[in-house]
């Protein structure tokens, strides 16, 4: 009895092979979702699935998931600079240099307006 085998020992193996196709690969479209008119970003999706405008994008785009500094602009995809973006800290003082409205930190009060009731708050140091 011998136990040296051969492909040709299995033909229906070799034709199970021959016939043989993987599924055919499916392309996944990557979307930014915005708003009409101010083109703000709205969701991100890749199954189609949102009833709004949308522009196609990029596997790394969607990736990063954050769109906060992004915008469509006649239907392109651009990135808006927010490097110049900052935030102060405050604490309230009696005589700091930021004047604000009173009882309302978050509204500064600048040098030319004229307001009776005010605060004041000095920057706050970590």
């Known amino acids: 009895m011998s136990t040296n085998t051969t492909p040709a020992d299995y033909p229906s193996l070799?034709?199970?092979?021959?016939?043989?196709?993987?599924?055919?690969?499916t392309q996944?479209?990557?979307?930014?979702y915005y708003e009409t008119g101010s083109g703000k970003p709205i969701a991100m999706s890749s199954s189609g699935n949102i009833d709004a405008p949308y522009v196609?994008?990029?596997k790394d785009v969607y990736d990063r998931a954050a769109y906060n500094n992004l915008k469509v602009v006649d239907g392109k995809l651009v990135t808006i600079d927010n490097q110049y973006t900052s935030m102060l800290q405050l604490k309230k003082s009696s005589t700091g240099?930021?004047?604000?409205?009173?009882?309302?930190?978050?509204?500064?009060?600048?040098?030319t307006e004229e307001i009776d009731q005010t605060d004041h708050y000095e920057r706050k140091y970590n």
């Open 56 to 58: 196609v994008i990029t």
């Open 28 to 32: 996944i479209e990557y979307r930014l």
């Open 97 to 111: 240099e930021y004047a604000t409205a009173k009882n309302n930190a978050s509204v500064l009060i600048i040098e």
């Open 14 to 25: 070799i034709e199970a092979f021959n016939n043989f196709s993987s599924a055919p690969t």
